[in-house]
C-alpha cells in the first residue's frame, strides 16, 4: 500500500497527465517533488494557458468560427446591402445644400448690385457733362455780378461754388494738354511691340490705373478742402497753387494712362489672328487665382465689389472709345460696327463670367450669404441719399470716387477729346445737333437721378437705416464721437426721408467755429494714437457695431496693403 501511495503522490505533483505537463514553471515550483499532500482533498481542476489575453481553447474556437464566416459571397453580399441614413447628420447636409443654394442665387444678386452700382457711375459720370457745366457758369456769374449786389457775407462764393469751378478749370485746361498727345503716333507704337510685351504693358496699367485711383483722390479733397478752408485757422499746408498744380498734374496723367489702355485694346481689337485679345481676356481669369483661395471677410468683399464696378463701367468707356476710333477709320460705315460687335460681346461676357465665378467661389470658401449684396446696395444707396440731405459734407460724385475709386474727371477728359477729334462739327445743322444731343444728356442724367434716388430711398428703408441720415456730420477727432449730438430729439424719418433729399444744405453761423469735417471713412482707416487708446465705455461699444455700420465706413478700394482689418 505504501508502494501505491507513493506512486499516486507524484502523479498527483506532476499535474495528472497531459494537464501535468502543461503547467507552467510557477506551478511546479509551488508543488515540487511529490507532495504528500495529494491525499487531502479532490485533485485540482485543470488550467488553461493565457496566450496574449486569450485562452487558447477560445482563440481555436473564434478562428474556427472566423473561418467559416470569412467568405467572398457574404462580403459581396454586406456590400450591396450596406445602408445608411443621412438624417443622422442632419446639420451638415443641410449646410451642404444652403450652400448650393447660394452659389445659384449669387448671379442674380451680384448682378443686382452691379447694375446698380453702374448706374451710380453712370449718374456722377454724366454730371461732368451736364450739371456741372451750368453749375460752374452760376457761379461765375454770381462772381461776376457780386459788387451789383453788394457783400452780404463773408464769403465771395459758397464752398460748393469753388469746388465746382476748381473741377471746371481743371477740365479745360487738362483737356487742351491733351491735343499735344498724338493718339496715331501712340496706336502705331504699341501695335510694333510683340504680343508678350503687350500683355505685360497691359497688366502694368491695370495696376497703375487702380493706383492712380487711390491717390488721385486724396489729391482733389486736399485741393477743395485748402481752397474752402476758413481763412481763420492757422495756415497748415502748401498754398492753394501747389495743390491745384498736383490736381492738374494727377488729371492729365491719368487720362494718359488711360488712354494707352484704350489704344492697347484698340491693338487688340484691329490685329488679325485675335491672340492678343485672347490673351488680355484670360487676364481676367488670374482675378480668380489671385482672390478665391484668400480669406475674405464680408467689408474686403464689399471692397472688392466696389472695384469690379468701377472696373466694369471704366471698360464699357474704353469700348466705347475703341468704337469710336475704329468708326472714324472707316467713314462711320455701319457695316464695320457688325465686325466690332462679337468682339465686345467677349468681353463683356468675359468681365461677367469672372465676376460671377470669383464671388460664388469667395462667398463659398468664406461661408458668407447671398443676402450680403443687399447690404452691399444698401450702403451705396445710403450715399446718395445722405449727399441731398441738408448736413450733407461733400457732393456726390465725389463720395462715388471715394466709395468705388472711381474718378470721373480723368476718364470725362479723354473721351472729349476723343470725340472732338472724331467727330467734325461743320454748319449750323450740326451745331443745332449737339445742342440737341447736349439737352438729351441733362434729360437721360435728371431721369437716372430721379430713378436712383427713389431706388435708393426704398433701399434704404428696406435696411432700416433711416436714423443714420439725419446724423450730423463727424465733427470731432476720429473714434471720438459726440454724445450731445445722439441725446437730441430727430424729428420723424418718414417725413425727412422724403423732404430733404431736396434741400439745400444751410450754412453755419458765423460766431461757430468751424471744425475740420472728418469722413466716415477717415474714422475707419486712421490709427488712434497713444491717447486715443484710453477711451471710455461708449467708445469701447462702438468696436462691437454691426456690419452695416462697418459697411458704411468702407472707403474706396485700395491695392497697396491691407487696411481693412
Request: charged share 20%; aromatic share 10%.
Amino acid at each position: 500500500m505504501a508502494g501505491v501511495g507513493g506512486a499516486a503522490a507524484p502523479a498527483e505533483g506532476g499535474g495528472g497527465g497531459a494537464d501535468g505537463r502543461e503547467r507552467d514553471g510557477r506551478g511546479q515550483a509551488e508543488q515540487p517533488g511529490g507532495g504528500g499532500g495529494g491525499t487531502h482533498g479532490p485533485p485540482p481542476a485543470p488550467q488553461r494557458t493565457e496566450t496574449l489575453g486569450f485562452y487558447e481553447s477560445d482563440r481555436r474556437r473564434e478562428r474556427r468560427c472566423s473561418r467559416a464566416e470569412l467568405s467572398l459571397l457574404r462580403f459581396l453580399s454586406a456590400e450591396l446591402t450596406r445602408g445608411y441614413f443621412l438624417e443622422h447628420n442632419e446639420a451638415k447636409y443641410t449646410e451642404r445644400r444652403e450652400r448650393v443654394y447660394t452659389c445659384l442665387r449669387i448671379p442674380r444678386e451680384l448682378e443686382k448690385l452691379m447694375l446698380f452700382g453702374i448706374f451710380l457711375c453712370l449718374d456722377a459720370f454724366l454730371y461732368v457733362f451736364t450739371l456741372l457745366p451750368l453749375r460752374v457758369f452760376l457761379a461765375l456769374f454770381r462772381l461776376f455780378t457780386l459788387p451789383c449786389y453788394g457783400l452780404r457775407d463773408r464769403r465771395l462764393l459758397q464752398p460748393a461754388q469753388v469746388c465746382d469751378i476748381l473741377k471746371g478749370v481743371i477740365l479745360v485746361m487738362c483737356y487742351f494738354m491733351m491735343h499735344y498727345v498724338d493718339y496715331s503716333m501712340m496706336y502705331h507704337l504699341i501695335r510694333g511691340q510683340s504680343v508678350i510685351k503687350l500683355y505685360i504693358i497691359y497688366n502694368m496699367l491695370e495696376v497703375a490705373d487702380r493706383l492712380f485711383s487711390s491717390f488721385g483722390q486724396d489729391i482733389l479733397d486736399a485741393l477743395y478742402w485748402t481752397a474752402t478752408e476758413p481763412k481763420e485757422r492757422k495756415r497748415a499746408h502748401i498754398g492753394v497753387i501747389p495743390h491745384f498744380l498736383m490736381a492738374v498734374l494727377y488729371v492729365f496723367l491719368h487720362a494718359i494712362l488711360i488712354m494707352v489702355q484704350a489704344t492697347t485694346l484698340n491693338v487688340a481689337f484691329n490685329s488679325h489672328n485675335k491672340s492678343l485679345l485672347t490673351i488680355m481676356m484670360s487676364n481676367n481669369f488670374v482675378e480668380i487665382k489671385g482672390s478665391v483661395f484668400k480669406k475674405f471677410e464680408k467689408n474686403n468683399l464689399f471692397q472688392m465689389s466696389n472695384s469690379d464696378i468701377k472696373e466694369r463701367f471704366t471698360n464699357y468707356v474704353l469700348l466705347l472709345i475703341v468704337c469710336l476710333r475704329n468708326m472714324e477709320q472707316f467713314s462711320w460705315n455701319p457695316d464695320h460696327l457688325w465686325v466690332l460687335f462679337p468682339d465686345v460681346c467677349m468681353v463683356i461676357a468675359s468681365e461677367i463670367a469672372v465676376d460671377i465665378v470669383k464671388h460664388a467661389f469667395i462667398t463659398k470658401f468664406n461661408d458668407i450669404t447671398a443676402d450680403v449684396y443687399s447690404e452691399y446696395r444698401a450702403s451705396l444707396a445710403f450715399d446718395l441719399v445722405s449727399s441731398r440731405q441738408k448736413n450733407a459734407y461733400t457732393d456726390y460724385s465725389d463720395s462715388v470716387a471715394r466709395r468705388m475709386g472711381f474718378i470721373p474727371l480723368p476718364l470725362a477728359v479723354l473721351l472729349i477729346r476723343v470725340v472732338t477729334s472724331s467727330i467734325k462739327v461743320q454748319g449750323i445743322l450740326s451745331y443745332a445737333c449737339v445742342v440737341l444731343f447736349y439737352f438729351g444728356l441733362i434729360s437721360l442724367k435728371v431721369l437716372n437721378s430721379v430713378v436712383l434716388l427713389g431706388k435708393s430711398c426704398q433701399y434704404v428703408r428696406g435696411a432700416k437705416m433711416e436714423e443714420k441720415l439725419f446724423d450730423p456730420p463727424p465733427s470731432s477727432t476720429p473714434g471720438k464721437p459726440s454724445s450731445k449730438s445722439q441725446s437730441k430729439r430727430k424729428p420723424s424719418q418718414e417725413e425727412n426721408l422724403s423732404a430733404s433729399v431736396t434741400s439745400q444744405p444751410v450754412h453755419q453761423k458765423e460766431n461757430i467755429k468751424p471744425l475740420l469735417v472728418t469722413s466716415n471713412s477717415d474714422q475707419f482707416l486712421t490709427t488712434p494714437d497713444g491717447d486715443e487708446k484710453d477711451i471710455t465705455q461708449e467708445n469701447s461699444e462702438l468696436k462691437h457695431r454691426s456690419s452695416k455700420k462697418d459697411l458704411l465706413e468702407i472707403d474706396r478700394f485700395t491695392i497697396c496693403g491691407n487696411r481693412i482689418d
